[in-house]
């Protein structure tokens, strides 16, 4: 099954980074499924298991992607309370880039876009997290490309 998603990805550096400040401070909360290093991005709009056309590929290789952003702090889906995924929040103007691809594709806006990177998907709660012990450090880059990425569980590839 194809899980096909628009994303922007992060410097490697910056990746290492991210991973070795939140981690081992995540461990003392949750277990769970932690992103690999190699796979943090932050999804723009996912798609699911759709056709991709060239005309879509197009598009997103002439958007033109030039921001600074900012990852600092956690927060959870659901909640914070009751996570069943736990994030990092990106800072950035994002958002006008996913309703691009929205408007684009013709898809629902009605889901309000979050942008982050996902952290841990959490198994069990081994105690309340308390998020103020996350926003000491901030992570900073420049990201200058939108990417189609396809995901099957297992796999991620990148495919523009």
Do not use: W
Request: aromatic content about 14%.
């Amino acid at each position: 099954m194809n899980r096909y998603f628009t994303a922007v990805e992060i410097p490697e550096k910056t990746r290492e980074q991210i991973t070795s400040y939140f981690y081992p401070r995540l461990e003392k909360y949750v277990e769970g499924k932690f992103t690999e290093t190699e796979k943090l991005h932050i999804t723009l709009v996912f798609l699911g298991n759709t056709e991709i056309k060239k005309e879509f590929i197009d598009f997103i290789e002439e958007l033109h992607l030039s921001l600074e952003l900012t990852v600092r702090g956690i927060n959870a889906f659901p909640s914070i309370e009751n996570p069943r995924i736990i994030y990092a929040s990106v800072y950035g103007d994002l958002e006008e880039y996913a309703d691009k691809i929205n408007s684009f594709l013709n898809l629902d806006k009605e889901k309000r876009f979050t942008p982050h990177l996902t952290l841990c998907r959490v198994k069990r709660l081994v105690k309340k997290i308390d998020e103020k012990t996350f926003t000491d450090m901030e992570f900073k880059f420049h990201a200058d490309s939108i990417h189609l990425f396809n995901s099957d569980f297992e796999n991620y590839y990148k495919i523009m």
